[in-house]
């Protein structure tokens, strides 16, 4: 396996995804190339952070629920029965 | 009637519902809901609306499209509710609905708009397959940074630097974390596409973050 191929398959290593032959693969070419096992921590970390970064309450600047809108939502009359 | 559809299905009534069964607590507020009990419209407004709000700005990063896009998400979800069979949570379901209410306004804001391809933020490679340069393992360094507002701020804009298909199904897969499944159908294309569209993203986020980082690490 060459790294560019490690470059395609890392999706779906990191999901669990790579049939067994493949894996095997994988993580000997990782045994053996430093390259790569610094892609893939960086590739995991790169989920992580784009996690992190929207888990925060700063992600969202105007945390704050607007009244208005509550009340626009439900000013909208949901349909009686048979309507 | 609003025409919320998903390609090829109707939103709110035939929407799937994958996700973990509702609780009973679900069930007496939907037994409500059906009823057309008002205050129990208003108890699942006040809770569920800053929560989808925050989908909302995520996808469509404009506040006003965002609140337009929550209103007609529980506009639908009304409409829609006594086809709600209560197969997963009520949450989950009002989630996928603004989730694909936001994505019929992303198509219709980028209708006819060029989007730029992320192939110069791909990994590259030497003839004989090896990468093209050193790899810096930065990883430990950004878990530390991301305590910093800052660097969350950071790392947002970078995804919002992705052009706009990419960026979607990023922030579908790792952000709103539906499976790959879900993507793709959210997205109308093959489970595949939808994970080569991720793989994708992510690899250009990480070249992203990797300007970044690698340039924090050696000064």
């Given amino acids: ?83 | 009637m609003i025409a919320v559809t998903m390609p090829g299905r109707p939103i709110g009534g035939a929407f799937p519902e994958t996700a973990q069964a509702g609780s009973s607590a679900d069930l007496a507020l939907l037994t409500s809901l059906r009823a057309r009990d008002p205050q129990a419209y208003e108890r699942l407004v006040r809770e569920q609306t800053g929560r989808l709000l925050s989908v909302a700005r995520r996808l469509l990063r404009n506040d006003d499209d965002a609140r337009d896009a929550v209103q007609e998400a529980f506009l639908s979800a009304f409409r829609a509710i006594d086809r709600f069979e209560g197969a997963s949570r009520l949450s989950t379901w009002l989630h996928r609905i603004v989730v694909n209410v936001c994505l019929m306004r992303l198509r219709s804001r980028n209708r006819g708009a060029a989007e730029e391809g992320l192939d110069d933020l791909l990994p590259s490679f030497s003839s004989n397959g090896h990468h093209a340069t050193a790899i810096t393992d930065w990883s430990q360094d950004a878990h530390a940074a991301l305590e910093q507002q800052e660097t969350r701020a950071l790392v947002r804009r970078a995804i919002d630097a992705l052009p706009e298909s990419y960026r979607t199904a990023l922030i579908l897969r790792d952000i709103e974390e539906l499976d790959t499944a879900e993507v793709a159908t959210m997205l109308g294309i093959t489970p595949n596409a939808a994970k080569v569209r991720v793989h994708r993203a992510r690899q250009a986020l990480r070249t992203l973050l990797d300007r970044e980082f690698r340039g924090a690490r050696s000064s």
Wanted: net charge neutral; hydrophobic share 40%.
């Fill in chain 1, 1 to 83: 396996m060459t790294c560019r191929e490690v470059a395609d398959f890392v999706g779906d290593y990191v999901s669990g995804d790579l049939p067994d032959a493949t894996r095997r693969r994988f993580d000997w070419h990782l045994v053996t190339c430093r390259n790569c096992r610094r892609y893939l921590a960086t590739y995991r970390a790169t989920i992580a952070a784009g996690r992190t970064a929207f888990a925060r309450p700063d992600a969202d600047a105007d945390g704050m629920v607007p009244e208005e809108l509550i009340r626009a939502i439900l000013a909208a009359q949901p349909p009686s029965p048979g309507a």
